[in-house]
């Protein structure tokens, strides 16, 4: 499936992407430019929701919210929420 984006650009913007396309340019047509700044922009979201994650780790185990592992996620899933609404005590 293809979608069209139309964009109007004017002043400063439009200036900087005529300097990233063409013969002098990083890219052949403005699409591939923007093509390539969505690319970019997934990839840094997803880093920074990997970043978040380990964190979001780092924090429950400074927080002694750790339990040894049974094994199975399903048991441990459950655990966990018994721990959770349990206020880990």
């Known amino acids: 499936m293809t979608t069209r984006i139309n964009a109007r650009l004017s ?10 396309v063409g013969a002098q340019g990083l890219y052949e047509t403005p699409s591939e430019y923007i093509r390539d700044l969505i690319r970019r ?6 880093f920074h929701a990997e970043q978040d994650a380990i964190l979001e780790g780092y924090t ?6 750790v339990f040894a592992s049974s094994g199975d996620f399903e048991t441990d899933m459950k655990t ?7 206020g880990w005590s």
Do not use: H, K, S, T
């Open 60 to 65: 429950d185990l400074a927080a002694g919210r």
């Open 80 to 86: 966990l929420a018994e721990r959770e609404a349990n």
């Open 11 to 20: 002043g400063p913007l439009a200036d900087y992407v005529d300097r990233m």
């Open 41 to 46: 922009d997934m990839e840094r979201r997803a």
